[in-house]
């Protein structure tokens, strides 16, 4: 698994994308002529793109919490009933799915569609359910999913049966290290560690199968320490 060939999205061609997504940076690529109407700081809401190791996916950050303290994912637009964020979002033809988490929103498209294009009106819709003053994903859905120990055991139970097996022909693995509510963290080990692709087998590969096995689910973060003994993403 390990390869001295770094993934096209990182070096050069990544930083004149990361460039290209966030000219400026208290509004990224995100301004709208909404915003320009604004007459006040406060009515302003600031949103950075920032490329994720999938080209099909970015994440939008936005300058004050969204979804505080919890996470929630959404595959389609049947599963975006219990948020108004996330039915706001998807009135965007080229979404294909939505994560909400804290004053994130990471959104996959499909089409050619450029990002800088579908990203201006990810920024209106995001700016404009934030002024509406309606909850970004509904109070009682966290009620709904399953509580950590069952989505412990469904997560270890998919990396034995299907994800450990197909890494392990590259000498690699991925354990769970924690649930805590829907979020899940791993770790990859073997050739994974700190190998240059991890980024890309976590995003396109692993992170994948789950949501797709274990929709519920909602941040997927990467607990592996890829080169110094200390893990800076996880703190039990």
């Not at 994912?73 to 964020?85: D, P, T």
């Not at 109070?139 to 055991?153: K, M, N, V």
């Not at 995003?203 to 929709?215: A, L, Y």
């Amino acid at each position: 698994m390990r390869s001295r060939k770094c993934p096209s999205w990182e070096g050069v061609r990544y930083q004149q994308y990361a460039r290209l997504l966030t000219p400026e940076p208290d509004v990224g690529y995100l301004e709208s002529m909404e915003e320009k109407k604004e007459n006040t700081v406060e009515d302003k809401i600031a949103i950075t793109g920032e490329p994720t190791t999938n080209p099909t996916s970015c994440k939008f950050i936005v300058d004050r919490p969204v979804y505080p303290g919890k996470s929630a994912y959404f595959g389609n637009r049947e599963a975006a009933i219990a948020s108004a964020l996330a039915q706001k979002l998807f009135e965007i033809p080229a979404v294909e799915n939505i994560l909400i988490a804290g004053n994130q929103i990471t959104v996959s498209k499909t089409g050619s569609d450029a990002w800088p294009v579908i990203g201006k009106q990810i920024g209106m819709k995001i700016r404009e359910h934030i002024r509406s003053n309606v909850p970004a994903v509904d109070e009682d859905f966290s009620g709904t999913l399953p509580g950590e120990a069952e989505i412990r055991q469904k997560v270890q139970d998919l990396f034995v049966r299907e994800i450990n097996p197909a890494l392990g022909s590259h000498g690699g693995w991925v354990e769970l290290v924690d649930v805590k509510g829907n979020t899940v963290f791993v770790k990859l080990g073997g050739g994974c560690q700190g190998c240059a692709s991890a980024k890309m087998t976590l995003k396109m590969g692993i992170e994948r199968i789950i949501r797709e096995k274990i929709p519920e689910v909602g941040e997927i973060l990467d607990a592996t320490d890829h080169s110094t003994g200390s893990n800076p993403y996880y703190q039990p």
